[in-house]
């Protein structure tokens, strides 16, 4: 739904006074994710706020004793989707680090900073051996013979157009949780990996044969076009296949299913059970839809969804509508490298809308509990929710 900047403008400025309904959040939350709006959002927020503390200086205590008393009563209320939303503008305001220079405020000390784990991006070449891929690096890769297959370019490792081979060589590029990386295969398909993911795929593809890679964890597909090799990514369960196309797959192994999610061009869906080739009955998606497998059942399920939803990782943002802690807890493990241990059982299936564009692990632990009223401690590098 697109919203004039006036119509917004007004809607955040209830917000701040605390006079937005839930519809208006609602509109907000939708408006945000639109392509350019971030910015305005942004620009409207930080003006409103700087006139605001020009004015007068603002109770920061008064306000987040009203706001954790407001998200208490209306729980007690069992006005959940109400209150989620309230709190999930709060959230991204607070993300900004714009909302009264909370976060300026916050005296952080090493004892309660989490400091996340660091290891390192690997490939694991066709003889077996690991090599360790440092993001500030510039470097050939070769082959085990010496034979130039490829280069790295800090995050992004391009395999050669020109290698060629009679049979199929794979390396294997592990991604750890807290890192990201991008490889172009030899045919020009770019593949960015998200955290917690392995991609193995031929070091050059053999002709008459289909270009084949094997997914766990989560990656974007820029399919380069070639109509007499189809290109199938192979999950455990669950195989796609396209000639030129763009979407994102997530298939890791806490998840009960594979998520599929066509941004561009045409995928067909076959089930492991059922090879390519032989399924007379592959599941054709369309561009704005997702295909959901579940690991259970057998079953897909197919919905019309927001693909920036699904693809904003690909620029360092996570965007949440609707979702359950336990996912929105196990993406912050991976993205950041660290555990988070949650002991209420409660709140571990409550939905969330949330938008978090910061740096930190702590940042965004400390806007989840001014926003959303959750307490947590760090012990041993390890955060526990209570």
Known sequence: ???????????????????????????????????????????????????????????????????????????????????????????????????????????????????????????????????????????????????????????????????KTEELVYNTLNVPYGKRFDVVLSDGTHIFLNSGTTLRYPVAFVRKEHRTVFLNGEAYFDVAKDAEHPFVVNTNGLDIKVLGTKFNVSHYAEDKGINTVLVEGSVELHKNDEPHGKDRNPLLLKPGFMARWDRVGNEIEVENVNTRLYTAWIEGKLVFRNTSFRRIRQTLERKYNVTIENRNKELEEQLFDATFDIETIDKVLESFSKSFAIDYSIIDNEVIIE
Do not use: C
Not at 19 to 40: H, P
Not at 51 to 79: C, G
Not at 98 to 106: K, T, V
Not at 126 to 153: F, M, W, Y
């Open 1 to 163: 739904m697109h919203k004039n900047n006036l119509e917004i403008e007004n809607i955040i400025h209830k917000y701040l006074l605390k006079e937005a309904s839930s519809e208006n959040l609602d509109l907000l939350s939708n408006w945000i994710l639109e392509e350019g709006n971030e910015t305005i959002f942004e620009n409207l927020v930080k003006s409103h706020l700087e006139i605001t503390m020009a004015m007068n200086k603002p109770n920061t205590d008064k306000i987040k004793k009203e706001l954790f008393k407001s998200i208490k009563r209306d729980k007690k209320r069992r006005v959940v989707n109400t209150v989620m939303k309230y709190a999930a503008v709060v959230t991204i305001l607070l993300s900004l680090g714009y909302l009264y220079n909370l976060q300026d405020q916050i005296d952080y000390t090493e004892q309660n900073r989490l400091v996340p784990k660091e290891e390192p991006v690997t490939i694991t070449l066709d003889d077996g051996s690991v090599k360790e891929l440092t993001p500030t690096e510039n470097k050939k890769i070769r082959k085990a013979d010496g034979t130039l297959i490829g280069s790295q370019d800090h995050s992004k490792l391009t395999y050669s157009k020109t290698a």
